[in-house]
């Protein structure tokens, strides 16, 4: 079955630590997207790649990386730069962003939850 | 700014209908989306609008009035298993790209 697979399902993250956080589809999708959900607020977007080699900073970028260097993984670092990164993170595909895609639903995977230790 | 309210809390009986609300004010309007998600999950789509008027969809239907910036989700006949948190989400423009504006998500909880 074609989906959105994210790893590992929980993290902990140690003082000064970098992690990565992997996100992987099989959909054939153009678009990638990694979001961040706190309690009581909506799903706010960290970045996003509309193709390979290519990605965007989205909301709340600061103390995070990504790559893209295939077109099924868009793996997410979160770096020790990020003083507060105790969330779920869920991460999206999509078939494109715009134009004729634009009433085409994001996907999203199952999700990480991270944790400070 | 860029704003998405709905209700925080909603609770309903089995059987029973159910509308969740949504208002919206964001910069460009390219299509309101309704999600599921159940507690530590995925999101999972539900229904989309871009045109004013009822989209019906089983036992969901989801409404939209563009020029109101409003939108409802309509769930009939409740089952347990519609306990989740739904998700309404605006595709405006933002920084010149197209994305999805997330409100917090509304917690629907249904009782026997």
């Known amino acids: 079955d074609g989906g959105i697979t994210q790893s590992p399902k929980y993290l902990f993250r140690k003082e000064g630590q970098n992690v990565t956080l992997s996100c992987e589809q099989n959909l054939n999708h153009d678009a990638m997207y990694w979001y961040r959900q706190d309690p009581g607020q909506g799903l706010r977007l960290i970045y996003y790649?509309?193709?390979?080699?290519?990605?965007q900073k989205g909301d709340i970028a600061e103390g995070y990386s990504v790559s893209r260097e295939k077109k099924e993984s868009f793996p997410l670092t979160v770096t020790s730069a990020q003083k507060n990164p105790t969330a779920f993170y869920l991460c999206?595909?999509?078939?494109?962003?715009?134009?004729?895609?634009?009433?085409?639903?994001?996907?999203f995977g199952d999700g990480t939850r991270l944790s400070i230790l | 700014g860029q704003n998405i309210d709905q209700p925080t809390e909603m609770t309903a009986t089995e059987g029973a209908i159910v509308q969740i609300n949504c208002t919206y004010q964001t910069s460009g309007f390219n299509g309101l989306f309704w999600y599921q998600q159940h507690a530590g999950e995925a999101p999972t789509f539900l229904s989309y609008?871009?045109?004013?008027g009822l989209e019906e969809k089983g036992r969901f239907s989801s409404f939209l009035s563009r020029s109101k910036g409003y939108s409802y989700l309509l769930l009939k006949e409740l089952q347990m298993k519609d306990s989740a948190s739904y998700l309404c989400a605006v595709k405006g423009v933002s920084g010149g790209y197209n994305k999805l504006i997330f409100g917090a998500g509304t917690r629907l909880a249904v009782h026997p």
């Open positions: 609008n871009v045109l004013d």
């Open positions: 999206a595909s999509s078939i494109g962003v715009g134009g004729e895609y634009s009433n085409q639903p994001q996907h």
């Open positions: 790649s509309q193709i390979v080699n290519d990605f």
